[in-house]
């Protein structure tokens, strides 16, 4: 399962997948921006804060929800 979201500025897509990463991406070159590995477990929601500085995934697995803020990502 592959999950996306765009961010509120049309600029950046959030995604979360079954390998548990977390990945920005340019929304119109496709290019990786920043990734994280979330979980061991498939993610299974993603979401932007409303000001655009922080990134939330969450996977039914662990019953858990980690933020992360979006400049931190690597």
């Known amino acids: 399962m592959?999950?996306?979201?765009?961010?509120?500025?049309?600029?950046?897509v959030l995604?979360?997948?079954d390998?548990?990463?977390l990945r920005v991406r340019n929304a119109t070159?496709?290019?990786?921006?920043?990734?994280?590995?979330?979980f061991g477990d498939p993610t299974t929601q993603v979401a932007w804060?409303?000001?655009?500085r922080f990134v939330a995934a969450s996977t039914d697995a662990q019953?858990?929800?980690?933020?992360?803020h979006a400049s931190n990502l690597t």
Do not use: E, H, R
């Open 49 to 52: 804060s409303n000001d655009g």
């Open 2 to 12: 592959l999950l996306i979201l765009c961010s509120l500025s049309p600029k950046f």
């Open 19 to 21: 390998s548990g990463y």
């Open 15 to 17: 995604s979360g997948d």
């Open 29 to 38: 070159t496709g290019a990786l921006i920043a990734s994280i590995q979330a």
């Open 63 to 68: 019953d858990t929800v980690k933020m992360y």
